[in-house]
């Protein structure tokens, strides 16, 4: 007969007589003892062996935060048998770290970016703990761009220049206007439209609002009568 003992686990039938399946609830150390005593009820010397119990690292679950126009972050759940990350963005050269987050920036509108995370270190209950998420960036949103009404000038006037001012509403950060066309000059930080410059008849104008990431043009004209 087979006298296994094996403090705090749940034993089951092995694949014979002699070998038996051990199960315990939680990591750490346990000794299990074997005790074998044949027909002539002659009992061996009793046999222990220590065994290492390892749970298994958990698959990293991703999700994507805080993603704007020109960049998304990733972040999954930390786990206290985990030393550091092995990341990989895109398929690219894969990097180390110990963080649960990673923010990748420099993209643009409606970039899809994605990544895998393996815990480390990794152990034999875990060789397929690998997480992988894509994330994708924000696209522009809806830009209502106010250009200046139309405008009709006469060339004499004692002041030919015309202040350019524009509005814009629907963006998420700040951005600049541009004009352009006959006659626009620039003044510092200003724009202005010189009729002198400009000449006698219908002048087609634009302005352009630019934040970097998105881009919104409106036309208007000014005339110049003699």
Do not use: K, M
Request: proline share 8%; hydrophobic share 35%.
């Amino acid at each position: 007969s087979y006298d296994w003992q094996a403090p705090g686990a749940d034993i089951s039938p092995g694949f014979d007589e002699a070998s038996r399946n051990f199960t315990w609830p939680f990591p750490g150390q346990y000794t299990v003892s074997l005790t074998v005593t044949n027909d002539q009820n002659c009992t061996s010397v009793t046999q222990t062996s220590d065994i290492e119990v390892i749970a298994p690292l958990n698959t990293p679950v991703i999700s994507c935060e805080n993603v704007t126009t020109e960049s998304v972050t990733f972040s999954w759940t930390t786990q206290a048998e985990v030393d550091e990350f092995e990341i990989s963005v895109d398929g690219g050269p894969v990097f180390f770290q110990d963080t649960t987050t990673l923010t990748i920036a420099g993209l643009v509108v409606n970039q899809a970016v994605s990544i895998t995370v393996i815990p480390l270190p990794a152990t034999p209950c875990s060789p397929d703990a690998v997480g992988t998420a894509t994330c994708t960036t924000d696209a522009c949103p809806s830009l209502s761009l106010t250009p200046p009404n139309d405008l009709e000038i006469c060339e004499g006037e004692d002041d030919p220049l015309t202040l350019l001012t524009a509005t814009i509403t629907g963006n998420s950060v700040p951005g600049t206007f541009v004009f352009s066309g006959p006659g626009v000059v620039s003044i510092g930080t200003d724009y202005f439209f010189d009729a002198l410059i400009a000449g006698v008849g219908p002048h087609l104008l634009t302005v352009e609002f630019d934040d970097g990431s998105c881009v919104a043009q409106r036309s208007f004209t000014y005339t110049v009568f003699d």
